[in-house]
C-alpha cells in the first residue's frame, strides 16, 4: 500500500478525536496540530497529550501510524477578542445572532494554518471536525464554507489541499456511533472520560456521557447526543 498521509485538527474535544480515529483507520500516517488561540480554559489542550497516550496504548495498529503532534500558536485569535471562548463574558445569544461562543474567523485561521503545516509536511489530507448539523450556525462549520476554503488554499499553495469533514452531516447521537463503529467500547470510553466538550472547561463533574459543568450549550448538546446513542 503506498502511503498516505493525513494532518488532523486535533483539539482533543470529541469531535476531534472521533476525527482522528477516523484519519488513524484510512490514513497510513497521520499527524495531528492544536492551536493555541488564548482559550480561556486549558483542559481541552491539556487533554490532548493523554489522549494521544492512551490511543498509542490502547490501539497497537494506530500506534504504528500515529505521527508527529504539532501545536501551534494563534494568539492574534485572543487579541481580537470579544468571544465567551477568550474573555470572561456570558455565554448567550449575541446582537449579530450568533452565541457569544463564535471567534470569528476562527475555523479559515485554523484550516490557513494547517495547510500552511501539511505544505511543509508534504500532507495535503486535512481532517477537521466541522459539523453543520447540530452546532450553533457558527457560519465557519457550514460545508459550503469549509470547502471555499479548500479551494482558496489550493489556489493560494498551488498544491491540492483536501478537508475532509466526516462529521459535516451527522448529530451528536451519530458521533459517539462512529467512534464506536471505528474502536468499539474502548474508543467510546477513552471519549467519554478523557476528551473535553464544555465551553467551561470543566472537569470535576462527572456524568454518564464524561466531565462537564452540564449547563453549557456545549455539555447539553454531549450530553443530549449520549443518551440518544445509548439508546436512554
Ligand atoms: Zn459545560
Keep these: 500500500m503506498s502511503e498516505t498521509k493525513a494532518l488532523v485538527l486535533f483539539s482533543g474535544g470529541q469531535d476531534s478525536t472521533t476525527c482522528l480515529a477516523w484519519a488513524l483507520s484510512r ?34 495498529a494506530w500506534d504504528a501510524r500515529l505521527g508527529d503532534d ?8 485572543r487579541q481580537i477578542g470579544g468571544s465567551a471562548l477568550t474573555e470572561s ?9 450568533l452565541p457569544t461562543t463564535f471567534v470569528p474567523g476562527r475555523n ?4 490557513s494554518a494547517a495547510a500552511a503545516l501539511g505544505y511543509r509536511r508534504g500532507i495535503a489530507d486535512l481532517v477537521g471536525g466541522m459539523c453543520e448539523t447540530d452546532y450553533s450556525g457558527y457560519p465557519d462549520c457550514r460545508e459550503k464554507t469549509v470547502a471555499a476554503v479548500a479551494e482558496a488554499l489550493t489556489l493560494a499553495l498551488a498544491r491540492r489541499v483536501t478537508v475532509h469533514t466526516p462529521l459535516m452531516a451527522v448529530d451528536k447521537a451519530q458521533t459517539w456511533r462512529l467512534a464506536d463503529q471505528l474502536g468499539g467500547k474502548a474508543l467510546v470510553d477513552l471519549i467519554r472520560e478523557e476528551t473535553v466538550t464544555c465551553y467551561q472547561g470543566d472537569r470535576e463533574h462527572r456524568h454518564d456521557w464524561g ?5 453549557c450549550p456545549a455539555c447539553d448538546l454531549r450530553a443530549k447526543g449520549y443518551r440518544k446513542y445509548v439508546g436512554a
Excluded at 92 to 97: A, L, P, T, V
Excluded at 211 to 215: P, S
Design 27 to 60: 490514513f497510513s500516517v497521520v499527524e495531528t496540530v492544536g492551536f493555541n488561540y488564548g482559550q480561556r480554559h486549558r483542559t481541552e489542550l491539556e487533554a490532548r497529550g493523554r489522549i494521544l497516550t492512551i490511543l498509542r496504548r490502547w490501539f497497537p
Design 70 to 77: 504539532h501545536m501551534l500558536d494563534l494568539d492574534v485569535l
Design 89 to 97: 463574558m456570558a455565554i448567550e445569544m449575541g446582537k449579530d445572532g
Design 108 to 111: 479559515v485561521l485554523f484550516l
Design 211 to 215: 466531565y462537564g459543568c452540564g449547563v
